[in-house]
């Protein structure tokens, strides 16, 4: 009986896990699309207006891409990997070091 019942946790756990995962990338497309949207009024703006004050734009799609990496870095640890946040380089949990294998970087902690 034991057994079932941990077949069915396992299960359970993969599908939160998938569905966590899907709602992570349809965030970062939609903050992807988003800047793309900003992107565009800067242009607008520029064109009517080349002295025009942009910084709250600008300020907008900086904040989005925190919150892209932030939700790329979620997705990572999902998948039990670790990035170097220096040259990008993807570990799986096997790799116990400190460090980047490839530039020497400190690597994030296993949390």
């Known amino acids: 009986?034991?057994?079932?019942?941990n077949k069915l946790t396992g299960?359970?756990?993969m599908t939160k896990t998938a569905a966590d995962t899907s709602n992570l990338k349809k965030k970062i497309l939609y903050e992807q699309e988003r800047i793309q949207?900003?992107?565009?009024?800067?242009?607008?703006?520029?064109?009517?207006?080349p002295k025009a004050d942009l910084s709250n734009l600008c300020n907008d799609i900086d904040d989005r891409k925190r919150?892209?990496?932030?939700?790329?870095?979620?997705?990572?640890?999902?998948?039990?990997?670790?990035?170097?946040?220096?040259?990008?380089t993807k570990f799986d949990d096997k790799y116990t070091f400190?460090?980047?294998?490839?530039c020497g970087a400190k690597l994030p902690n296993e949390d």
Request: proline share 0%; charged share 25%.
């Open 37 to 49: 949207e900003v992107m565009l009024e800067i242009g607008k703006q520029y064109y009517n207006n």
């Open 67 to 88: 919150r892209i990496a932030n939700m790329k870095n979620e997705l990572h640890s999902i998948k039990g990997l670790r990035v170097c946040s220096n040259c990008g």
């Open 11 to 13: 299960a359970t756990d």
């Open 1 to 5: 009986m034991a057994g079932i019942f």
């Open 98 to 102: 400190e460090f980047c294998g490839k």
